[in-house]
């Protein structure tokens, strides 16, 4: 049963946590308020877009804002680079070119705006691309929180590759490159002192060396995302409707690593709705399912890969997306609301 | 007399507001702070940067953090697409696309998120420059102040020219597109309802097409830069310390507008270091001069273009700025310390 929930009218009048969730909210705020600026937008959304007179050169942009600055796998240096770097990737894109821009607030110790940048700039280093431009603003005390982060990267296309959020095919095997749920933990348990941060840590890193490893698939690999905002659900859920199609998961499939699931569960949280950092999904087709996850598995990136589920026709109801749970049940996988881990990347 | 004023050392230990004021301080932050974790900036800093393997392409970011995001001649939504816009014109390249990231603060009105967006839109369409992708996020009340906007922009350079801050010659001629100071008086008086507002509006603008007039002059244009944060201070400071060359204007060829010069005047603030965001200098060599003035005059936003000045040998004090004084005294013309005019951009 899939019934939609409209927001109620006064919600609408101003800005909401959830409207930066990656969830309906945000779905709603971008189709209303942010891209009739811009004509409409053709198309499905993707997290890189094609340079115009290219055809081969992509473009993609992502502010960071996580509290705290520093979390268990990572900070927000480090975060700010993969975030940007797997948004190119997730186009078939390898990053071309880095620029950061940094919103500071007045009174943030300089020894730690400097261990943000040299851990921003390692991670530009580890993922093999260079910073080439960037801007510092500094505003007033209280007018930010201590440093928020906007990195944007030009990728290049990687040959044979033509993925897209609307390309999945009925039949496609959804593949998973590894656990979820870490990042969205980690930053939460961190920020509010909940003691899970020795057990979990954020998964973020780089994968464009997993979407090259795809490569040879061509044109058999017809999706890749990476499940941030919104966690896998809201991936899945996007996939879908821009593919209008279904999409059927098993549960037991998932990987949800046993700190992370104890996490949610006192949490009242999905795992599937927690965001991620460094695991991606992708839709190939069938044949090419076994040879897509040795390639991922030679990675260390890619080395919990496996298959959760598959692409069913619509059926009446493209867009839907379903879960076998461990009991044998089915539930619909609902895209998140709105706001449940606010800041978290 | 040049004597550098070291910062003291406590004052090193914070960020301070004056570390994101376009200047000595900002210089100091990129120095020790923000470039040492990219393996240090080789070269004069410019406003875009070339793509690597691409011998065209230049790239460019911004933050924008304007208060108020409205004031007398534009808002934070114009002012993101010009600002990004101006920075790849300065490099000598025309705009393929820009990149919007948008941080949101929680409860701001949905009708002005609305505004702001339709004059970004309504700025990039006049600009000729279609926004290709971005991004929204969103964090609590008093964690931002209402709206930060970093744009990005990916440029194609004109052929034939090579302007640099580096690229001035002794004999140049310093031309200025038009009066200075608007900009920054128009921002703090609506801010601080100071009543100049309705003599003063912004001189937010696109500058690309003025580059372009100017494109013919190819070899014989050297710089262009417009000064931003730090103001025309600011920006002929760093091209004649970058060109290791000195400077020297004539302080009665600078338009200054009377209802700026009033401002001013009751603030304590030098014209020359507040921020402008629709006009330009271009240095030029001396037999092109004449050219480049006609060309700009050519063109609404350069309609008032002048010459305040030359280059001189740097004559054993590179980057040494002086302006010959209406009572005609010569003085020298110093980079702004720190901060005048918070979040005027």
Redesign the interface.
């Known amino acids: 049963m899939i019934t939609e929930c409209p927001v109620p009218r006064a919600e609408?009048?101003?800005?909401?946590?959830?409207?930066?969730?990656g969830g309906r909210l945000?779905a709603e705020?971008?189709e209303h308020?942010?891209l009739?600026?811009?004509?409409g937008q053709e198309g499905p959304l993707?997290d890189?877009?094609?340079?115009?007179?290219s055809k081969e050169?992509v473009?993609?942009?992502?502010?960071?804002?996580v509290?705290p600055l520093f979390f268990p796998g990572g900070d927000i240096g480090s975060l700010a680079v993969h975030g940007t770097v797997n948004d190119l990737a997730m186009r078939g894109a390898e990053p071309?070119?880095l620029?950061?821009?940094?919103?500071?607030?007045?009174?943030?110790?300089?020894?730690q705006?400097?261990a943000v940048?040299?851990s921003?700039?390692?991670a530009?280093?580890e993922a093999g691309v260079?910073?080439?431009?960037?801007?510092?603003?500094?505003?007033?005390r209280?007018?930010?929180?201590k440093v928020?982060i906007?990195t944007?990267g030009?990728g290049k296309l990687l040959p044979g590759l033509a993925v897209s959020a609307a390309n999945a095919r009925p039949g496609d095997a959804v593949l998973l490159s590894g656990p979820i749920g870490l990042h969205g933990t980690a930053v939460l348990s961190t920020r509010e002192g909940l003691g899970f941060e020795a057990d979990i840590a954020s998964d973020t890193r780089p994968l464009h060396r997993l979407v090259a490893a795809l490569a040879p698939l061509a044109d058999r690999l017809h999706v890749l995302r990476d499940p941030t905002r919104g966690g896998l659900a809201a991936a899945l859920n996007e996939i879908a409707r821009d593919s209008r199609l279904a999409v059927d998961i098993d549960e037991r499939a998932v990987p949800v690593p046993e700190p992370v699931a104890a996490a949610c569960d006192i949490l009242g949280l999905d795992p599937l709705h927690v965001a991620n950092e460094g695991c991606m999904v992708a839709f190939v087709a069938p044949d090419a399912a076994d040879e897509a996850l040795a390639s991922m598995r030679s990675l260390p990136e890619g080395s919990g890969a496996v298959r959760i589920g598959d692409v069913l026709p619509a059926d009446g109801r493209p867009g839907r997306v379903t879960m076998r749970t461990a009991v044998g049940a089915r539930r619909v996988v609902d895209m998140p609301l709105g706001?449940l881990l606010?800041?978290i990347c």
Chains 1, 2 share one sequence.
Do not use: C, N, W, Y
Request: proline share 5%; hydrophobic share 45%.
């Open positions: 609408t009048e101003r800005v909401l946590l959830g409207h930066g969730a945000t705020l971008l308020t942010v009739p600026a811009f004509g993707e890189a877009s094609l340079l115009p007179g050169l473009m993609s942009t992502d502010g960071f804002v509290s071309v070119a620029s950061v821009a940094l919103i500071v607030e007045e009174g943030l110790e300089l020894g705006l400097e940048m040299r921003l700039g390692k530009a280093q260079p910073v080439v431009t960037g801007d510092t603003k500094v505003v007033g209280g007018a930010a929180d928020f906007t944007t030009v706001e606010p800041r």
